[in-house]
């Protein structure tokens, strides 16, 4: 999920505030429903925890992500010795197509979790990403399979990070062309789909409230973490290291009244598009 060139996850700080995401997978790896002839690629692995499970049930499994920490801790934590199928690389797939031995149609499927509302986040580079997928599945039935956050995901986040920026006078034109995320609703995503030459099997998208999790007891530290982790482009809007620290508290207090409940609980609003597509 850590396709952001240059990006400073760490293993660490991710399985601190993301390790819920490869956690809650039942509905997307279902449809993947991966064979033991499969050849399937893994978009914007991350740290190969799920990359690693869907290994034992295909030939083989080749994970990509642009973050080296990610990738580099994976590959101690799920070593050849244990999983002889399973390859991986550092690959910003913002640029696919240069990938020379991806891009040759060989592969059965290729699948993605909660990544690509950072890979096709940049509009130069969002049909040449969805180009090079297609180009790298076998020219008769490949398929895509995939889930990412849909429209309106984690909509309260957005506004109170915003706000916090605004309150500091950044124009909300700089704000808006600094967000990381790209959210599509199910026509757009379909629409791109097709006009890649996929014809969609299946397009869904389903609310769900996810609880952050977090290291420390009342989630206060957390929250603020998160923010400054997955809202990193965000308040790089603001020179001062220690004032971007204050703008997450800030975005973090400003959540708080319609996040946070009543137990303590901190709950966002994650709404999940998901699709199968077929080469056609």
Not at 115 to 129: M, V, Y
Not at 196 to 222: C, Q
């Amino acid at each position: 999920m850590s396709e952001i060139k240059n990006t400073s996850y760490t293993h660490q700080t991710y399985q601190s505030h993301a390790s819920f995401v490869p956690l809650l997978t039942s509905k997307i790896s279902s449809l993947l429903s991966p064979l033991p002839t499969d050849r399937i690629i893994d978009l914007g692995a991350g740290d190969l925890i799920l990359t690693s499970k869907l290994s034992h049930h295909c030939l083989q499994i080749l994970a990509l992500d642009a973050s080296k920490d990610l990738i580099t801790s994976g590959q101690s934590l799920f070593p050849k010795s244990t999983h002889p199928n399973l390859s991986s690389r550092i690959v910003d797939c913002r640029y696919l197509e240069k990938e020379d031995d991806v891009v040759g149609g060989n592969w059965d499927k290729v699948f993605s979790n909660a990544a690509l509302h950072w890979i096709l986040r940049d509009p130069s580079t969002r049909k040449n990403t969805l180009k090079a997928v297609y180009d790298a599945l076998k020219p008769s039935d490949g398929k895509f399979i995939a889930e990412m956050g849909g429209f309106g995901n984690i909509s309260e986040v957005h506004v109170a990070i915003t706000s916090a920026l605004h309150n500091r006078g950044i124009p909300l034109e700089k704000i808006k062309a600094a967000n990381p995320w790209f959210f599509p609703s199910e026509k757009h995503m379909r629409e791109l789909l097709e006009e890649t030459g996929f014809e969609v099997e299946m397009i869904e998208s389903e609310y769900r409230p996810t609880e952050l999790s977090f290291e420390d007891g009342d989630g206060e530290g957390g929250v603020k973490a998160w923010i400054q982790m997955f809202g990193q482009r965000f308040l790089e809007l603001v020179e001062d290291e220690a004032e971007r620290a204050v703008v997450a508290g800030e975005a973090r207090d400003l959540l708080e009244g319609v996040a946070r409940r009543e137990d303590g609980r901190w709950v966002v609003g994650y709404v999940r598009l998901r699709w199968v597509a077929v080469k056609k």
